[in-house]
């Protein structure tokens, strides 16, 4: 079992920036990939970044991808996803996720262990 803490949500203006935060804990928190995925009200959760278990892979949605940067700190036990230049339709709740094994994947499905989420608010 794997339980994820987001953190670092709030209320932005746009062209600002926030820093999100996902706190692992338990035994199986071992060599898997983990993601972030959002979600905005009447809209189905999507994909958002993506890192493998040495962050040597990562991946990006095209709408975030040069403004948004994931990391890890398996030490810590922490993922992080730096958003820069918000804009308003960034502007959902965020999700971290880990899936069991360390291949990164844009699907919501291939993720077992999900975060509450976090909420962003990007004001224009």
């Known amino acids: 079992q794997v339980q994820l803490v987001e953190s670092g949500g709030g209320l932005v203006q746009a062209g600002g920036s926030l820093r999100l935060s996902c706190a692992a804990s338990?035994?199986?928190?071992?060599?898997?990939?983990m993601g972030w995925f959002r979600q905005a009200p009447g809209r189905e959760r999507e994909f958002v970044a993506a890192i493998s278990w040495t962050g040597g892979t990562t991946y990006y949605a095209d709408s975030v991808k040069g403004r948004f940067a994931i990391s890890r700190d398996n030490a810590k036990k922490m993922v992080y996803l730096q958003m820069n230049n918000l804009k308003p339709e960034d502007t959902a709740v965020y999700f971290c996720?880990?899936?069991?094994?360390?291949?990164?994947?844009?699907?919501?499905?291939?993720?077992?262990?999900w975060g509450q989420g976090t909420q962003v608010t990007v004001s224009s």
């Open positions: 338990g035994r199986t928190f071992s060599n898997n990939a």
């Open positions: 996720a880990v899936r069991t094994i360390n291949r990164v994947s844009s699907k919501v499905d291939d993720y077992d262990y």
